[in-house]
C-alpha cells in the first residue's frame, strides 16, 4: 500500500482522514441516511413541518362533576357524574365515545384480547379456575343505571366491550357543548388477585383494605385531527388517551378513612381532626416532611371499624384523568416544594400503610420533591399544586397522584434492592406527571410516548439523586442483552402497544437508552437539552404524536437525525461495529520525486457522440433561432473549431515535463522521521450505523481519544476506514471505550500491537511544490487554441 502524504504543513501529528476502502462506496449505499418522508404524515395545519402545533391545532375537552361511594363492606364502588363535553373540532358529531375500563376485569364484557397459554409447571389455588364454556359472568364490570341528557332524558347508547357510544340527540358542531350524566356502579376487584391498576388489597392481619381507585369512572375518549375517535378497546397493556378538563369529585367514604386524590382538597376542616389539621398546616410550609396523619393514630385506625361517614371534596384543573385513594391504613406526611423556574409552591405528600413506615417515612416525599425539580429542570415548571406517592404495593400514575411500592420485612428492615426498587418507582410514576400527564401523549397507540421519554427522565433525575444509583435502564450498556436477541424476538419501537411481545425493553428500555445516545453521544448534551425543553414546552397540555417529536428534535437542535429515527425507532438492527484490520505503516523521508514526461494530442472538438432526437428537431423548427447564430460577438475560436472552420493538427504531439513536489530536506526529516500511520478499518456487523469513537493508548502510557459522527458511513454502510498518523508508538485501539453506542459484541472492539502489526508497508513523503499555472487542456489534451497560436 502507498499513500501520499502532501502539504506538510497541515499534516497532524494527531490528525486522522477518513477514507472509503473501496473503489466505489456507492456499492454497498443502502437506505440509512435517507430523509423518512413518507413514513412522516404531510404536515398541516394543525401540525406543522417543524414539529409544533400549527395555527389552525385544536383539542376538544371535558369537565366532569363526580359524587362516589364507597361500600366497603360490599366492596363497591357507586358513582354519578355530570360530564360536560365542548366540541372545539372543525368536525359536526353526532355521537360521542367513553371508556368503560373497569369491563376488563370482567369475563363476559372485556376486550377478548387473549393470549395463547400453556400448562405451566407451577400455580396457585387462586388462579386455577375450571373452565367454563361459555364463560359465567363473574359479577365484575361496570353496571351502568342510568344515561340521561342533563333535562334527565334518557340517552341512546351502545356498550361494546370496555367502550361506550352515546348517540347524542341532535349534531354538535363546532363550538357547542353537550351535558349529560351518568349513573354507575361496580365491584371492586381485589387486584393482588386479578390484577390490573385499580381495586382494593387486602391486609389480613389487620382486616383492613387499600383502595386505589383508578379508572372509576366512565371517561371520555380522545377525538384529535390525526385519528378522529381513539376508541380502542383496553385489553389492559396499552395505557390510556384522555382529554383535559375540570374535575370536581366528592367521595363518600368511612369516617376513619384518609383520602388523597387528584388536585386539592377543598374540605380538609371537615374530615380532619384538630390536630391533623393543624400539623397539615405546618406542614404546607415545612421543609422537612411533617406527619399528618402519625404511625400511632394509623395503627389505632386499624383496629376500629367505623360505620359513621365522611365526604372528601377535591378540585383538580387542567387534568386528563382523576385518581384516588382510601383507607384507614394510612400515615400520611408531607412538606412544602417550591420550583424555581415558576416560583410554584407544591405539597408534596405520601401516604402509605405501616407495612411501609420504615422505608416510606425517610424516602418518599423527599424523592418527589426532588422528582418533580429535577422534571422541571429538564422540560417544563410543574404547573400543578400538589405531587402525592401512595404506597400500594404496585406501580401506576395518575395526574397529581401515583401508587408505587416499598414495604419493609417484619422487623423493620430492608433490601438496598427494595429501597433502591422504591426510590426508583416513585420518581418513575412521579415523573409521568410530565409524560402523559401534561405533554399527552396518545399511550392505548404508542407506548414509548410516554414509558420511553419518562424513563429517560427519570434516568436523569436518578443520577441528580445518587451519581451511585444503580439505575437499569438509561445507559447504553443496560440494553445490550435485549439487542443481541435474535431477529424474530425483537420487533420496533414504532410498534402498536398491544403488539409488542418483549414490553419493558421495547416500550421503556430502549426508547430510553436512545434518547441517552443522542444526549451523550450523537448531539451532545447542551444541544439536547434544548430541544428535548422545546418538544415539553410546545406540547404542554396538547396532544403530540411521534411525527412531533421527531420534527421537534430536529428543528429545535439543527441536526439531521432522521438516520437514527429510522434505525432505532423504526428498525431492529443492532449496534455492531468491529475493527477488522489495522494497517501500519511508515514514511520514506528519503524518497526521490519523479519527474514526469507526459505526451499529448490536440484535444478535439468536444461536441456529443451522438446528436440526439431534441438536437435533430430544434434545427428543423424554422420558429427556433439559436443566439449563438445571430450574435457574431459569441463565435470566438472554438464556435469556428467545432464547425471546421479552424484547423489545427489533432495528430500533433506535445512533451511536458511535470515535478509536483520535491524531496525533504533534513529539517524536514528530522520532524517527521518519528511519524507512524495507522489505517483502521471498521466493518458495520449489526447494520445500525453509530458513531466511531476511539480511544488510543500509546506504548508510553498516554491516551487519546478520537470520534467520527455517524455520517462516516453514508456512502458505505458496511466498510469505512479512518488513517491516523501519531509521532509515538501505539499499543493499542479500544473502540467504544464507554460502551456509549450499545454495541452488542465487544470482543471485536479492540487491537493490540503485539508485536506482530510491525510496519508492514511505506509511504512516499514529499514537500508540496506550490502550484503553477495550469497547463493543457481536460483529459490529459493540449488546449487547442494554443496549439494554433491563437487569443481570441
Not at 406543522?48 to 362533576?65: E, F, I, L, V
Request: aromatic residues 12%.
Amino acid at each position: 500500500m502507498k499513500l501520499k502524504v502532501t502539504a506538510l504543513s497541515v499534516l497532524l501529528y494527531a490528525g486522522a482522514s477518513a477514507q472509503n476502502i473501496q473503489n466505489n462506496p456507492g456499492s454497498n449505499h443502502g437506505n440509512k441516511f435517507e430523509q423518512l418522508g413518507t413514513i412522516l404524515p404531510t404536515p398541516n395545519m394543525y401540525r406543522t413541518a417543524s414539529g409544533a402545533p400549527g395555527h389552525g391545532y385544536w383539542q376538544n375537552r371535558a369537565d366532569y362533576d363526580i359524587t362516589a361511594y364507597l361500600d366497603e363492606d360490599k366492596r363497591n364502588l357507586k358513582g354519578s357524574e355530570t360530564v360536560t363535553y365542548y366540541n372545539n373540532s372543525p368536525d359536526d358529531l353526532d355521537y360521542i365515545w367513553l371508556q368503560l375500563d373497569e369491563n376488563q376485569q370482567s369475563s363476559v364484557k372485556n376486550a377478548d384480547y387473549q393470549n395463547s397459554s400453556i400448562i405451566p409447571k407451577t400455580t396457585t389455588d387462586q388462579h386455577l379456575k375450571i373452565t367454563e364454556l361459555p364463560a359465567k359472568d363473574d359479577g365484575y364490570g361496570v353496571n351502568l343505571e342510568k344515561v340521561t341528557d342533563a333535562s334527565g332524558n334518557p340517552l341512546k347508547y351502545t356498550v361494546n366491550k370496555t367502550m361506550m357510544r352515546i348517540d347524542l340527540p341532535k349534531v354538535l358542531k363546532k363550538g357547542e357543548k353537550f351535558i349529560f350524566k351518568i349513573n354507575w356502579n361496580y365491584n371492586i376487584p381485589n387486584r393482588i388477585i386479578k390484577g390490573g391498576r385499580g381495586g382494593y388489597e387486602n391486609f389480613s392481619e389487620d382486616g383492613n383494605d387499600l383502595y386505589t381507585m383508578t379508572q372509576w369512572y366512565p371517561r371520555m375518549c380522545v377525538y384529535s385531527d390525526f385519528q378522529g375517535w381513539q376508541n380502542h378497546q383496553f385489553t389492559g397493556r396499552g395505557e390510556f388517551a384522555l382529554v383535559f378538563g375540570n374535575f370536581k369529585v366528592s367521595m363518600n367514604v368511612p369516617a376513619d378513612h384518609i383520602v388523597g386524590g387528584t388536585g386539592e382538597c377543598k374540605n380538609y376542616d371537615q374530615v380532619l381532626n384538630s390536630d391533623q389539621l393543624a400539623r397539615y398546616r405546618k406542614a404546607e410550609n415545612a421543609a422537612e416532611p411533617i406527619e399528618i396523619v402519625t404511625l400511632d393514630e394509623a395503627k389505632k385506625a386499624e383496629k376500629n371499624h367505623s360505620k359513621q361517614r365522611k365526604t372528601w371534596n377535591f378540585e383538580a384543573n387542567d387534568v386528563r384523568d382523576f385518581a384516588w385513594t382510601s383507607s384507614r391504613k394510612f400515615v400520611w406526611d408531607g412538606m412544602r416544594v417550591t420550583i424555581p423556574e415558576n416560583n410554584n409552591k407544591v405539597m408534596a405528600m405520601s401516604f402509605y400503610p405501616k407495612e411501609a413506615y420504615g422505608l416510606y417515612r425517610n424516602y418518599s416525599t423527599k424523592a418527589i420533591a426532588h422528582t418533580i425539580k429535577t422534571y422541571s429542570e429538564f422540560t417544563i415548571p410543574y404547573p400543578y399544586p400538589v405531587a402525592q406517592s401512595v404506597e400500594a404495593a404496585n406501580g401506576m400514575e395518575y395526574p397529581m397522584i401515583c401508587f408505587n411500592f416499598g414495604r419493609t420485612e417484619k422487623d423493620g428492615t430492608y433490601s438496598e434492592g427494595t429501597k433502591n426498587g422504591m426510590i426508583g418507582v416513585i420518581i418513575h410514576e412521579v415523573g409521568h406527571n410530565f409524560f402523559p400527564m401534561i405533554v399527552n401523549s396518545d399511550e392505548r397507540q404508542w407506548s414509548w410516548m410516554d414509558e420511553g421519554l419518562n424513563t429517560f427522565t427519570e434516568y436523569l433525575t436518578e443520577e441528580k439523586w445518587d451519581n451511585k444509583f444503580p439505575s437499569k435502564r438509561g445507559p447504553a450498556w443496560t440494553i445490550v442483552d435485549y439487542m443481541k436477541l435474535p431477529k424474530d424476538q425483537l420487533e420496533p419501537i414504532m410498534t402498536n402497544s398491544e403488539n409488542i411481545v418483549q414490553f419493558g425493553p421495547n416500550a421503556y428500555s430502549k426508547p430510553a437508552t436512545g434518547l441517552n445516545i443522542l444526549r451523550e453521544t450523537i448531539m451532545g448534551r447542551e444541544l439536547f437539552d434544548k430541544a428535548f425543553k422545546t418538544y415539553a414546552k410546545r406540547w404542554a397540555f396538547k396532544h403530540p404524536e411521534p411525527a412531533d417529536f421527531f420534527r421537534t428534535m430536529e428543528d429545535a437542535s439543527g441536526e439531521d437525525l432522521d438516520w437514527f429515527w429510522r434505525g432505532w425507532f423504526y428498525g431492529t438492527d443492532p449496534v455492531d461495529i468491529a475493527i477488522d484490520k489495522v494497517t501500519v505503516a511508515t514514511p520514506d523521508l528519503d524518497a526521490v520525486p519523479v519527474v514526469k514526461e507526459e505526451t499529448y494530442n490536440v484535444e478535439k472538438p468536444l461536441q456529443n457522440e451522438f446528436e440526439d432526437i431534441s438536437k435533430i428537431r430544434n434545427r428543423e423548427d424554422k420558429n427556433i433561432t439559436f443566439d449563438v447564430e445571430k450574435d457574431k460577438s459569441l463565435q470566438d475560436f472554438y464556435y469556428r473549431y467545432d464547425r471546421g472552420q479552424e484547423k489545427v493538427d489533432t495528430n500533433r504531439t506535445y512533451t511536458l515535463k511535470k515535478e509536483e513536489n520535491t524531496a525533504l530536506d533534513s529539517k524536514d526529516k528530522s520532524k517527521f522521521k518519528s511519524i507512524t500511520a495507522y489505517q483502521v478499518d471498521f466493518v458495520n456487523k449489526g447494520g445500525l450505523v453509530m458513531p466511531i469513537i476511539l480511544e488510543f493508548t500509546f506504548e508510553d502510557g498516554t491516551k487519546l481519544r478520537d470520534k467520527s459522527s455517524a455520517q462516516i458511513w453514508r456512502l458505505n454502510e458496511q466498510k469505512v476506514s479512518k488513517t491516523f498518523y501519531f509521532d509515538k508508538k501505539l499499543k493499542s485501539i479500544q473502540l467504544d471505550p464507554m460502551r456509549e453506542t450499545a454495541d452488542i459484541d465487544t470482543s471485536n472492539n479492540f487491537w493490540s500491537n503485539d508485536g506482530s502489526s510491525s510496519p508492514t508497508s511505506k509511504f512516499q513523503l514529499f514537500k508540496q511544490k506550490q502550484n503553477g499555472p495550469v497547463r493543457g487542456g481536460s483529459n490529459g489534451k493540449v488546449n487547442p487554441m494554443q496549439a494554433a497560436g491563437k487569443k481570441s
